[in-house]
C-alpha cells in the first residue's frame, strides 16, 4: 500500500511540475512526464530488491548503470548552468528552469550526444530494472525508454526553433542519445 501511495503522490508532484506541458501534447514535456511516471513505477516495482545480494553480478552491473546515470546528470546539469543567463528566455516552449539556455551547449558530454540528460535517464532505467527482471519491470522499463525517446525526438524541432542553423549543424556532428549508435 506504501508503494501505491508513493507513485500517487510521486504522479501527483510530476504532473504538478509539468501542468504546462501536459496541457501542450506536441511539447518535449509531454512524453517526458509519461516517461517519469513509467520510470517511478519501475523503481517502486523493483524497491524490495533494490538492496538484495548487492555484490551479485546482475547489482553490481545494475549500480554501474546507476552510477553512470548520476555522474551523467551531474555533469549536463553543470554544463546547463553555465549556458543560463537570468532573465533571458529562448523561447516560449513551456521548459522548466534548467532548460532555459541562450547559447547551444556542445561541450562535454554535449560534445557527444545531444541530450545526456535523456541518455542518464535511459541508463537509470536499465539500472533500476537490473535490480530484478520481471515482465513488468520489463514493460515499465520500455515504456520510460520509449518516453524518453519520443522526448528527445519532440526536443529537436524545439531546439532547431531555438538555435536555427547553429544546431542543424550540430545535428550533423552527434548522435542524439547513444555515442556512435542513435
Known sequence: MS????????T?????VSRRSLAQPRSHGFPRFF?????????????????????????????GLLASSAGLAAHSFRLLGRARRPGERRST????????????VSDGAYGVVRHPLYSSLLLLAGGALLKRVSWSSVGLALVADACFVATALAEE??????FGDEYAAYQGRTHMLVPYLF
Open 157 to 162: 524541432p524545439e531546439n532547431l526553433r531555438a
Open 3 to 10: 508503494r501505491l501511495l508513493v507513485f500517487i503522490l510521486g
Open 12 to 16: 501527483t508532484a510530476l504532473a504538478v
Open 93 to 104: 516552449e513551456p521548459t522548466l528552469a534548467f532548460e532555459r539556455t541562450t547559447v547551444l
Open 35 to 63: 516517461g517519469f511516471t513509467a520510470l517511478l513505477g519501475l523503481v517502486l516495482v523493483n524497491s524490495r530488491w533494490w538492496f538484495n545480494r548487492p555484490v551479485a553480478p546482475r547489482q553490481l552491473a545494475s549500480w
